[in-house]
């Protein structure tokens, strides 16, 4: 028995999609910075820290993150034909000292000849403060957009 409103190409793509992020989260937490670019689509990008970052980008993003355990909860998916979009809960555990990061992606994904592929994530952060933002843009290790580490 199919669940209300979705069809069997819907459950599909939905499995799809999981298995994706799957794959990024524990790209992430393995710092395969091969598999983590995998996931996007050619144009795809991340956004954090007040700005936008592209594929080219990403080998300083990943080596500038600390390493630690992605954990991403199940995302909610809508999907509207080979473009869908979605939102992801995280809790990220630092290894050097288990400090946790927590909030949220934002997603777009996209049907490619290769399957789904994250076309944007966006990360929201949710602070002890009970602030919600993108990050701190002045953070001094992070890198910048099409520049250096």
Known sequence: ???????????????????????????????????????FTADGTYSAFGETYTLSDFPALVEAAPDGL????TPAIDL?????????????????????????YTDQYRRTEAGWRLATRSMTFLRRSGARDSGRPHDPTRPTPGGDA
């Open 1 to 39: 028995m199919e669940p209300v409103g979705l069809s069997e190409r819907d459950l599909r793509d939905i499995v799809e999609i999981e298995q994706l992020l799957a794959r990024y989260a524990s790209a992430m937490t393995r710092t395969s910075i091969e598999e983590v670019m995998a996931v």
């Open 70 to 73: 992605f954990l991403c909860g």
């Open 80 to 104: 509207d034909g080979d473009e869908a979009t979605g939102t992801q809960p995280l809790c990220f555990v630092a290894q050097e000292d288990h400090h946790q990061r927590i909030g949220w």
